[in-house]
């Protein structure tokens, strides 16, 4: 019972009915209106009977005067008979007339009752017309004329009232000409009625021609957002299409746009009316299609829309009477398409598609109503279905797609199960694979984390005495004059073996460090700092240490290159030679020779011993990473000094060589190539020494604590008043009062950036002489451009160095050399994770401005910080990235400026992807507190 309910209410069942109801109604419509007692016109003249009260369809033969425009007066007996309605170019017409051209129109009714309250209807004429009645002008549509060029076109359908007192005798003429239209005549019928009747029908008319094409428009509209927003299937875009142009198509047969716009162009409403010809049924067999691609050839229907297209670029560009030929070639196309159509339509019913019943029945229909077009549209039948059936067909079609849609929707949802279970057996597998996998190589990285364990030990176990070691030559320093040069030579060492062990952790290949810089410097001196500092560890051996200096270095050889590197490779050599050397000599020999030419020299560097020496065949081993040799000696070493040697060596483009035999001692010669700079121009760059003569005013301009109080202690330090302030208001206002010789502004400031508070205070009078330095984080190429062009005169780098500083401090008086460099760096390393703090930063500010003062500016920092923290975790619960890229590049700021590396480098991190912020924020608070402690604790 319950198949057979289904069955019943089917929307193919229900389709059907409701089709069949519309063309019964149709059809009754149609009958109820024909009135076969209706007098017909004879030889131009109609009869009207007492009795008939009804509509009158003026339907016969009427005077005909062929290419003739005549009034009333004008009429004459020389005449032809003329069938109305038909074309002149049509077999009913009886004649064999052009489709252009003009004539008269001739009609006398007589009516045996004196009528009243008439109107008369004329219909839409190809292309214009001008009555009268009874001698008298009526109404009038476009303007009839004898050529072309005169002629005003102009379909539409005009009610006029006939004037009272007509008698028993009323004379039709009929002018009608047409130049602009393929077809010419009186093609539908002239009707008298009642004027009420005649009014009434109208508006209905109006009214179903508005509810047709609002309707049909809406669910165009509706079809094609879906297509387009919604991202369904073509189908929604075709059945969209066609709904369109059918909906252009009732715009251009119904002429309601003249009720608003008299004055509407006639030529493109025809436009409109043929381009829903040449575009609604390729839409709707595309749409089809869509339905059923395996079934229907997709080319030949996409050949038909084009067809269809170009039909209506010609009908765009060319005059009426050119593209209204195209009529009956496309009608003719569409019956060969329809009847190809119709058979895949068979054929997707015989093959059982899915809802085959309903698509094939709606196929059918539009093949039913595109032939009902062409007739009636012919005068071949009066009853017209296709608009009513056609929003039928379209309503059909969308409840069709809806209930597709659902189907699809569940064989997909079904689809999506069977595929998760495939996936999850297949991640189960590949879980295990892994596994196994992670079993065979987990050797390797045990290897690893030992490697990555030893570098991290071996960094904190030599990072502390070397920091103390620093410190204590700089108190060495201040004690007197004797103890000058010794203490030079080994702050230089200190610091040097520091930077050396900074960025001898890049070889365990767990960051990447920032690549120190050449400098210009003293390769003489460079020789003794380094002999002198070794010479303490082969004393205590009782070792001879002989440097033997070539004289032209002895003279001074000022060169550009890496001082840090070459240091490094050399305190590694000598460390070497004197670790494996028991007793005897130690040699260093230098020599320079010029094989390039003037302006570069070759420095050959031979460092022998007469120690345990090492086995020929090893000699090539001993330079790769954690190699020990088995000499039988108790000295161990950790395999890492001469790989890192040899990178060195390799990154200043010289060679290293060893010669060496078992228990003979080793010689290890050392060639580097030097670019050779001039001392007496270059001196003054290589020796700076920057003073200032007087004391100076400085305005310091900064939003973070932390960071202003080291730089207004460390220019205090020197002697200078320094005013100091966070906002760049206040600092405006200051700026006006009072003359500074020097202003260092933060970039990121509240309310205002550091180039805005720049360019303000440039226009400022007293501003005329100052020099402005840019204090800042933000050091990438693009941001050093923008601060030169804004007009800095130096940019400094957080953390602030003092001898950055010293040199800015004198150049106030002065201005900048054109020797100066612009970007003053700081030798902080950026990103270096396995250190929480940067302890020879933090050292060199205990030492600038004493204990009491450095211990107030940790707690300070370290308020600061945990301040920053709780803002970026109440930023980060609004899900507000603005305020989290602002107080992480803060909290960046203030612990780079007291060296917490590891808390700056996260906070840099967030800064730039405000989403790391949800991880990193647990981590950051530990940091901040470990590295807080650490600091306080000296470790």
């Known amino acids: 019972m319950r ?54 369809e003026l339907k016969g033969n009427w005077r005909f005067y062929w290419q003739e425009l005549l009034t009333p007066e004008q009429l004459h007996d020389d005449y032809g008979l003329l069938w109305v309605p038909a074309r002149w170019n049509s077999p009913e017409s009886g004649l064999p007339l052009p489709g252009n051209g003009f004539a008269t129109y001739a009609l006398d009714i007589y009516f045996e009752q004196p009528p009243r309250n008439l109107g008369l209807q004329l219909p839409m004429l190809y292309r214009a017309a001008k009555v009268w009645a009874n001698g008298a002008p009526l109404v009038q549509v476009g303007r009839p004329a004898a050529n072309p060029a005169e002629e005003i076109p102009r379909d539409e359908i005009k009610l006029v009232r006939l004037p009272e007192g007509i008698g028993h005798h009323l004379q039709l003429v009929v002018q009608v000409s047409s130049f602009h239209h393929v077809d010419g005549g009186i093609h539908k019928p002239f009707v008298i009625d009642n004027w009420d009747v005649l009014v009434t029908a109208e508006k209905w008319r109006t009214v179903r021609g508005i509810f047709l094409m609002s309707s049909t428009l809406t669910l165009a509209i509706y079809l094609l957002v879906m297509w387009g927003n919604a991202h369904a299937g073509r189908e929604y875009l075709y059945l969209g299409l066609g709904l369109f142009w059918y909906a252009v198509r009732i715009f251009g047969t119904e002429k309601l746009i003249y009720y608003l716009f008299p004055g509407f162009s006639a030529q493109w409403l025809l436009r409109a009316e043929y381009y829903g010809m040449f575009l609604c049924i390729p839409a709707y067999m595309l749409f089809i299609q869509a339905l059923y691609p395996r079934d ?28 209204t030929m195209l009529r009956d070639p496309f009608e003719a196309l569409c019956v060969v398409y329809i009847v190809y159509f119709i058979g895949c339509l068979i054929m997707i019913t015989w093959r059982r598609r899915p809802w085959s019943g309903l698509v094939s029945f709606l196929g059918g229909v539009i093949a039913l109503l595109f032939v009902n077009e062409v007739l009636y549209y012919r005068e071949v039948t009066a009853i017209h279905l296709t608009p009513w059936v056609y929003i039928f067909v379209a309503l059909t079609s969308i409840i069709f797609l809806g209930q597709r849609l659902n189907e699809l929707l569940s064989i997909e949802s079904e689809q999506k199960a069977v595929l998760q279970k495939a996936v999850d057996d297949r991640t189960f597998e590949l879980q295990r694979r892994l596994e196994e996998l992670d079993q065979a190589r987990r050797h390797a990285l045990e290897l690893a984390q030992k490697r990555s364990e030893f570098m991290a030990e071996l960094s904190h176990e030599i990072r502390t005495p070397l920091a103390g070691l620093v410190g204590a030559m700089r108190l060495m320093g201040r004690k007197g004059e004797c103890d000058k040069t010794l203490a030079g030579h080994a702050v230089d ?92 000599v130690v040699y260093i020999n230098t020599r320079v020779t010029a094989p390039t030419g003037a302006g570069r020299v070759e420095v050959c560097i031979e460092i022998a011993d007469t120690g345990i020496g090492i086995d020929a065949s090893q000699l090539e081993a001993i330079f790769d990473e954690y190699v020990q040799l088995d000499t039988g000696s108790q000295v161990v070493g950790n395999g890492l000094g001469l790989a890192i040697c040899r990178k060195l060596v390799r990154e200043l483009g010289g060679t290293i060589e060893v010669c060496s035999n078992l228990g003979d001692g080793a010689t290890f010669r050392l060639v580097l190539p030097l670019q050779v700079v001039d001392e007496r121009r270059d001196g003054a760059q290589l020796q700076p020494n920057y003073t200032t003569e007087a004391a100076l005013h400085v305005l310091v301009v900064e939003d973070d604590r932390v960071n202003r109080t080291i730089v207004v202690e460390l220019i205090g330090a020197e002697g200078h008043q320094v005013r100091a302030t966070h906002h760049p208001v206040e600092a405006l206002k200051l700026l006006q009062q009072e003359h500074f010789d020097l202003c260092l502004f933060d970039i990121r400031l509240p309310d205002m950036s550091g180039l805005e508070l720049l360019e303000r205070a440039r226009n400022l009078p007293a501003a005329e002489a100052t020099l402005f330095v840019a204090l800042t984080a933000n050091t990438s190429e693009s941001d050093i451009a923008q601060y030169r062009t804004a007009g800095f005169d130096f940019v400094m780098e957080k953390p602030v160095n003092k001898s950055h500083l010293q040199l800015v401090l004198s150049r106030s008086e002065s201005g900048p050399e054109p020797t100066d460099t612009f970007f003053l760096h700081s030798d902080l390393i950026e990103g270096e994770g396995a250190l929480l703090v940067d302890r020879r930063l933090w050292q060199g500010i205990v030492n600038d401005l004493g204990a009491p003062r450095s211990e107030a500016l940790l707690e300070d920092a370290y308020g600061s910080l945990r301040e920053y923290a709780e803002e970026l975790e109440a930023a980060l619960g609004r899900g507000n990235f603005p305020d989290i890229r602002h107080f992480a590049h803060k909290m960046k700021s ?26 990193a924020l647990g981590n950051l608070n530990n940091l901040i507190e470990t590295s807080y402690q650490q600091m306080r604790q000296g470790a």
């Open 3 to 56: 198949d057979l309910i289904y069955r019943l209410f089917s929307p193919t069942v229900l389709a059907i009915a409701v089709l069949l109801a519309l063309i019964v109604y149709t059809v009754a419509q149609q009958r109820a209106v024909q009135m076969p007692t209706a007098p017909q016109v004879s030889d131009g003249k109609m009869v009207v009977g007492a009795d008939h009260s009804s509509r009158i």
């Open 493 to 584: 060492a200190g610091e040097s073996l520091l930077a050396v062990v900074n960025e001898s952790l890049s070889a365990s290949g767990s960051r990447s460090v920032r690549a120190s810089r050449n400098e210009r410097f003293d390769m003489a001196g460079l020789l003794r700092s380094v002999v002198t500092i070794m010479a303490v560890a082969a004393t205590e051996k009782k070792l001879a240490l002989e440097f033997n200096m070539d004289e032209r270095l002895e003279a001074g050889l000022w060169v550009d290159s890496n001082p840090l590197k070459i240091r490094q490779i050399l305190s590694n050599l000598l460390n070497n030679a004197i670790k494996f050397t028991d007793a005897g």
């Open 296 to 323: 229907i050839n997709y080319w030949v229907m996409r050949a038909f829309w084009w067809v269809g297209a170009a039909a209506s670029i010609i009908t765009t560009v060319v005059d009426a009477r050119w593209y």
């Open 894 to 919: 203030a612990a780079k400026s007291v060296g917490m590396i590891s808390v700056a480098n996260i906070a840099h991190h967030v800064e730039a992807s405000p989403e790391r912020a949800f991880s």
